[in-house]
């Protein structure tokens, strides 16, 4: 069932009110005790982790998804559940991850969000929904619709840009092997693009990541190639990648192709990486970068 343009806004909506309601739930937990338990998923201890909260705000999201299922003929891909493989059955398919950045969330701190996105059989996100429950926005993004940020139409490039270059990155990253040398490249952009610093936060999950730098642009996020298992899973980058397709941002794999968001082969991205950049001088500079590392 191909969904036209109606269906497509209806069912952003719908995947709207449930990442809201969603949210909720997740603030009832927020700077409380909460019981961390830990599953099988990548090598880093953010993909080994989940809460009650990532539990119940999943079982929320799916409650306020459930009609559409039957009513749109979709399938299903999110994070605390088996994969059912409905992904490569459906034209579409609901793509969830009910509490992204769970270590920041047991910590504390900002960093987690909620996120819900609607992807098409072939990987291509046409739906992507994100609420940030700390400051209350919601951004929501629809294929060949824009981007709407808690209801106003919004474009990144309207607003004040920053006098840094902001590199966004998972905490494990400033420990790598090849950190200082990505640190030196990035300070020679920053001198390049005639910025006044080079600003490096690690501690966010990978949705806010991908929003807090076109929030705070010129900024990137990425994540390199490894042999192990991870470097973050599907649902993790499937909103925010229509979000900057549709603000005419840049994303991509370490290798500058397309990010394949319906792979039969894993539903990890740790075999070519993740770059999201917001502007192509960023981007070219990475994956230049890369290939010279």
């Known amino acids: 069932m191909k969904l036209n343009e109606e269906q497509l806004v209806e069912l952003s909506l719908i995947a709207q009110e449930a990442t809201l309601r969603a949210g909720e739930i997740v603030k009832q937990y927020f700077q409380k005790s909460i019981l961390v338990h830990q599953k099988e998923g990548g090598e880093s201890l953010a993909s080994q982790v ?3 909260a990532d539990i119940e705000s999943q079982n929320k999201i799916l409650e306020v998804l459930d009609f559409t299922f039957s009513e749109f003929d979709l399938g299903l ?8 493989s409905s992904r490569f059955e459906k034209d579409y398919f609901w793509c969830v991850d009910p509490l992204d950045g769970t270590l920041p969330f047991t910590e504390g701190k900002s960093g987690f969000s909620i996120s819900v996105a609607l992807v098409s059989k072939e990987g ?3 739906i992507g929904v994100v609420y940030d429950p700390i400051v209350n926005h919601l951004y929501r993004a629809i294929s060949g619709e824009g981007v709407y940020k808690n209801d106003t139409l919004w474009n990144f490039k309207n607003d004040k840009c920053s ?7 998972d905490r494990s990253f400033l420990s790598h092997a090849s950190f200082p040398k990505v640190k030196e490249a990035l300070d ?5 693009l ?21 929030e705070n642009h010129p900024a990137c996020y990425f ?8 470097g973050g899973s599907l649902w993790d980058f499937a909103a925010t990648v229509c979000i900057y397709r549709e603000l005419g941002a840049n994303t991509s794999d370490m290798y500058g192709k397309t990010l394949s968001l319906n792979s039969d082969q894993s539903i990890f991205m740790n075999e070519v990486g993740v770059l999201y950049a917001t502007d192509h001088r960023i981007s070219d500079f990475l994956l230049e970068m890369y290939k010279d590392l």
Do not use: C, H, Q
């Not at 891909?77 to 059912?84: G, H, I, R, S, V």
């Not at 966010?204 to 807090?212: F, S, T």
């Open 163 to 169: 006098s840094n270059l902001s590199f966004y990155t």
């Open 223 to 230: 994540k390199f190639p490894k042999s192990n298992k991870g």
């Open 194 to 214: 005639t910025l006044e610093d080079l600003e490096i936060i690690g501690y966010g999950g990978a949705v806010m990541n991908a929003i807090w730098a076109l």
């Open 77 to 84: 891909l999110t994070e605390e559940a088996e994969d059912d």
């Open 50 to 52: 989940f809460t009650e």
């Open 188 to 192: 020679s952009l920053r001198k390049e």
């Open 124 to 126: 291509i996100p046409v």
